[in-house]
């Protein structure tokens, strides 16, 4: 049976490609559909830290029913391999159909996923209030802070206001008493920390006496 040879280079679940086809006009195939799109669940951990590309070679038979796959490009961790490919290998693509006849494919899938850049907490404030700073209803407080490549803070403000002055002080100075961050790399180099945290409070949470 005639075999379609697919070059598939956009994103996960949206794959551009061109084919060609023995014996038949060459065509411009921009979107493959999936009855079951392949759906990764690679935590950040898993990433190390760096960013992480890798293909996928496949093959499908007349059903869409994924026959042969393979790591044609490694991310070079093998535990991110494995389970790409694992889940990829359940995935199942709709039957390619040309004039009638439908045909067996083959493809390469590119996938790209981005290691975190967001802060984390090495200490993460605990803020309780007393409820007489809170004029009887209930506060949202939001703090930006920036910290250097070792985690400690550089810079803090309020970045949203209770509209009680004296509780965004208190919020404010708790924050930089307490918050510490994990140093933060991506790729092998440090990267700027920021940070936006918000901090509720009512009678009933985070709030005393």
Known sequence: MKRILLAICLSVFCLGASAKVEEVAKLDVKNVEWDIKPYFRIANEDLEGYDRDFSIYFEADVRGVITHARISKSSGLQVVDEKALQTFKKSRIKPYEIDGVVYPISATQPFFYKASRKAQFETKPKIIVKRSLLWDDARTVGIYAEADENGNITK?????????????????????????FKPLSVNGQSIPITDLSWFYFSEKVNSRN
């Open 156 to 180: 803090a403000e309020v970045y949203k206001s209770s509209r009680v002055p004296e509780l965004d002080e208190y919020v404010l100075s708790e924050y930089k008493r307490q918050v510490k």
